[in-house]
Nanobody, 126 residues
Framework: QVQLVQSGGGLVQAGESLRLSCVASGGTFSRYIMGWFRQAPGKKREFVAG????????DYEDSVKGRFTVSRGNAKNTVYLQMNSLKPEDTAVYFC???????????????????WGQGTQVTVSS
């Protein structure tokens, strides 16, 4: 019954920036570990970034470290992904996801997450 609604995707040139947002409703946002995944054409969905329930722990896939920043505003029920210095290989559909589980650790596999956003397209041209 939890809904995740995403916004902020688009078409940009290499080196430019985008910020994705994901707004949750129907649950207690602060109880969820939040993750970002992406899926490029012909490829499996992969982990991009995750953030703990209180924002104190963060995990990134190696290729986005130093360029992407994940954050959350629990009062607004929103998780963000700030994407700087975008590269063509970042082109994908991006998904936010919520993990409601006893574990407090950030998961990198799809199976850890219970709820998913609708996905938003990010296209980076060279």
């Amino acid at each position: 019954q939890v809904q995740l609604v995403q916004s902020g995707g688009g078409l940009v040139q290499a080196g430019e920036s985008l910020r994705l947002s994901c707004v949750a409703s129907g649950g207690t946002f602060s109880r969820y570990i939040m993750g970002w995944f992406r899926q490029a054409p012909g490829k499996k969905r992969e982990f991009v970034a995750g953030i703990s329930k209180n924002g104190g722990a963060i995990d990134y896939e190696d290729s986005v470290k130093g360029r992407f920043t994940v954050s959350r505003g629990n009062a607004k029920n929103t998780v963000y992904l700030q994407m700087n210095s975008l590269k063509p290989e970042d082109t994908a559909v991006y998904f936010c996801a919520a993990d409601f589980a006893p574990s407090s650790s950030i998961g990198t596999s799809e199976g850890r997450y219970n709820y998913w956003g609708q996905g938003t397209q990010v296209t980076v041209s060279s």
